[in-house]
């Protein structure tokens, strides 16, 4: 089956750096990645699509300047959080879809952010 | 904007059925999908709905009725594996971005 993987799976960080997060699809190509955001408790909130080659839409109320998508290949999605700040903890997943099922998401494992 | 309502939390015993609902107000609509998601971990897909109808596969069935802006997923022969969340989500554009529920505790017991 598709699987997407995320790297970090976990990261604690100092308030003011960066932090950038990988999403993978690894045994297809994406031509559309998704980036959400979860806190404990609650549902997954959409910040972005991205294609692959063009700029991510982001939705409204998430900073594009602060959460910096990269889409740079059809297996590759990356989002930069900068200058983190303790509110930007979180639990952040990609999912992507492919050309074949298209209907379906798959959803990566997830990066738990922690800044301190 | 977009809504999506589904139980907070149901409980059930390992053997039972049973039916998470969900109501949506959405914009645009292509399709409805369930994920189920454990404690910690990230979403895994269950089933998606374009047609009204019901989708069945294995202990997992799922039901749109679109006039209606309903659907539900039944878990049948509940095992102790099944406590999880469960979300529904529609698919409101053809951009294939989907609009996530609150999401539905279900826990069952021995």
């Known amino acids: 089956g598709a699987v997407v993987s995320q790297h970090p799976s976990w990261v604690i960080c100092k308030s003011g750096t960066s932090v950038k997060i990988e999403c993978r699809s690894l045994?297809?190509?994406?031509?559309?990645m998704f980036w959400y955001r979860q806190f404990p408790k609650q549902s997954l909130m959409l910040m972005a699509t991205?294609?692959?080659?063009?700029?991510?839409?982001?939705e409204q109320g998430v900073e594009k300047d602060k959460f910096l998508i990269n889409h740079a290949s059809l297996t590759l999605s990356t989002l930069t959080v900068t200058s983190a700040h303790p509110e930007d903890s979180s639990f952040y997943i990609c999912?992507?879809?492919?050309?074949?099922?298209?209907?379906?998401?798959?959803f990566g494992p997830g990066t738990r952010l922690t800044v301190l | 904007g977009q809504s999506l309502e589904q139980p907070s939390e149901v409980t059930a015993v390992e053997g039972a059925i049973v039916q998470i609902n969900c109501t949506y107000q959405?914009?645009?609509?292509?399709?409805l999908s369930w994920y189920q998601q454990h404690d910690g971990g990230a979403p895994t897909f269950l089933s998606y709905?374009?047609?009204?109808g019901l989708e069945e596969t294995g202990r997992f069935s799922s039901f749109l009725s679109r006039s209606d802006s309903y659907g539900y997923l039944l878990l049948q022969e509940l095992q102790m594996k099944d406590s999880a969340s469960y979300f529904c989500?529609?698919?409101?554009?053809?951009?294939?971005?989907?609009?996530f529920g609150d999401g539905t505790t279900l826990t069952v017991k021995p």
């Open positions: 999912s992507a879809k492919g050309l074949e099922n298209y209907n379906e998401q798959f």
């Open positions: 045994d297809f190509q994406a031509t559309t």
């Open positions: 991205s294609n692959e080659g063009s700029k991510a839409t982001y």
């Open positions: 959405t914009s645009g609509f292509y399709g």
């Open positions: 709905n374009a047609l009204d």
């Open positions: 989500a529609v698919e409101n554009t053809n951009a294939g971005k989907s609009t």
